[in-house]
RNA sequence: GGUCCCGUGGUGAAGCCUGGAGUUCACGCCGCCCUGUCAAGGCGGAGGUCGCGAGUUCAAAUCUCGUCGGGACCGCCA
């Protein structure tokens, strides 16, 4: 990668040059450079250093006499570009070779001391940083950040459009549908009492567009759920969305992963990058989670046969499951009880651990109850060694698989900026995810997504059975954290059917929820397949950021509020009148 | 809906556990000095209702309860 004024485009207006862009060559030119200032350092009455920022960078002017010239100061400066003495030069500064000197100075604007500086060495409190985010978008990180994130969108947009996919646009004011996240609602004017919903995504748009003969359609599109935040997740967010049509999950694989290479290299080519393919059962069983982090190792190991028939009570449970944490048996009393209170908290009766101290040796509170061959099996299986931790789970499948896999996260996890981009596509999810109160089952997916071919068969089971059957539905996964996902779509009528017959969605519900999407595939639906995945997350990964606020120009609070605007706010009585609508504040109990 | 952490001059922290005068550190700000600095340096100065409200106490930044704001997480997020 360049400079980063490599991306700010030609100089235009008041300035002849970019900040940043001044090198050697440029020694003996007159050069007007414009920005703000970003330090003044005075010697006396006729000599100061005035470093000028702009978005590309810092460059050194000499001035005679800066008193009237202040921090953040907005100036223009026109000068000759010189090569800075033998001793004086900066290897800090990209530009730290030269310096302009003889120079005019003209202040456009002057500026008040700024309520928190522009340095990067400190962390500002979240509230002051969104209140004047205009001030915070002058630091390096969000500025970085903010180019980082329109070049990942630049490159996205170059490798979806080289794939033959066709950008469309979808309507933010939709219908409410009844799936999904809670909805933002707009009511409407023209219509009292009728309210227009913000799109959580385009899902159902780019399917009727397959059915529109557009066959590859992708968006950068904006979507809104109302569900609380996290640093992973705002009300608003972006995602890359796609559906292409006569092709498969293997295409979309491939369509995807080429969007996200050129994304990865125009940010950080360096980095070591992979992809590779596990099933949803893989995962869960290895690493305890659908979205495994496989920058470590630490997997879950299968214990269950070992302690076939075991004495102790604690152990005798559908699944049995442990595992290794090297050089874990450091860990003290109290960190250890830690442990165990959070397994707790997750669901687990309780938590075994064991420190290893040989081959056939181990100190446990639970030792005692153990035989040797299971002690002995156990530190095998887990490859042990002296020194490390083991840590045992037993309960349910899914418990166990829960349990570890949080612990395995908080114990090994690397920081967000290490151990290269793992790349993991999850596939074969499981069609439904469990069972409602009524005993139907709850699409993991969503309603539209095609079973496995291999598992059409099972769809005539009934009740647990049912959540063994897979779908042809798929995660993407960097680094532990959720990007995406996407399924091979049902498109025909029958099969559609079928399935809203096991949710439990009659003719009639089925035909006012998604009426117009199955009276559309009347009309000659062509197999499809697309995927959405997050580009607030995939921008925060590349950064090294571990909030995607980092990477949003204007990010709500966790509240969902923004210091910035004011919002949200209550409207005007007027507006409400027009609205047909009347407040009423739930009252506090 | 729940759990945990944080709130102290403009900024960031320490002080709080173990109550005793708004105490301290760094940065910034203002003034003066300074002709090669670059997180410049030297000297001097201003600036705080310790988020807010109750309670305990002779006495509260400090202990208790409530509340507001921020953050992390669980629930939630097809």
Known sequence: MNTPSHFAGAPRGLRSDWCGDLRIDDVGRTVSVTGWVARRREHGEHLAFVDLRDRSGIIQCVVDGAHEVRTEYVLRITGTVRERPDGTRNTELETGAVEIVDCDVEVLNTAEPLPFPIDDRRDVDETLRLRHRYVDLRRARLQRNLVGRARINAAIRGAMDRQGFVEVETPMLIASTPEGARDFVVPSRLSPGSFYALPQSPQLFKQLAMVGGVDRYYQ?????????????RQFEFSQLDLEASFVGQAEILDFVTEAVSDAVATISGDRPVTFETMTWYDAQERFGSDKPDVRFGVELTELTEVFASTDFNAFKAPCVKGIRVPGGAELTRNRL????????????????????????AITSPIAKFLTDREVADTVEMLGAESGDLILIVADDRPMVRRVLGALRLDLGRPGVGDGGLRFVWVTEFPLFEGLDESGNPIPAHHPFTMPHP?????????????????????DLVLNGWELGSGSVRIHR???QQRIFGLLGIGADEAQEKFGFLLDAFRFGAPPHAGFAFGIDRLTALLLGEE?????IAYPKTQSGADPLTGAPSPIEAGQLTELGLRVVVPQPR
């Open 337 to 360: 009880d830690a442990l165990t209170d959070r397994a707790k908290k997750l669901g687990a009766k309780g938590l075994v651990w064991a420190k290893v101290d040989g081959p056939t």
């Open 220 to 232: 950068i599109a904006r979507c809104m759920r109302d569900e609380d935040l996290r640093a992973d």
């Open 493 to 495: 009528r029958d099969t």
């Open 454 to 474: 291999d598992d059409i068969g099972l769809l005539d089971a009934t009740g647990d059975e049912l959540t063994s059957i897979r779908s042809q539905a798929y």
């Open 547 to 551: 909030n995607i606020r980092e990477v």
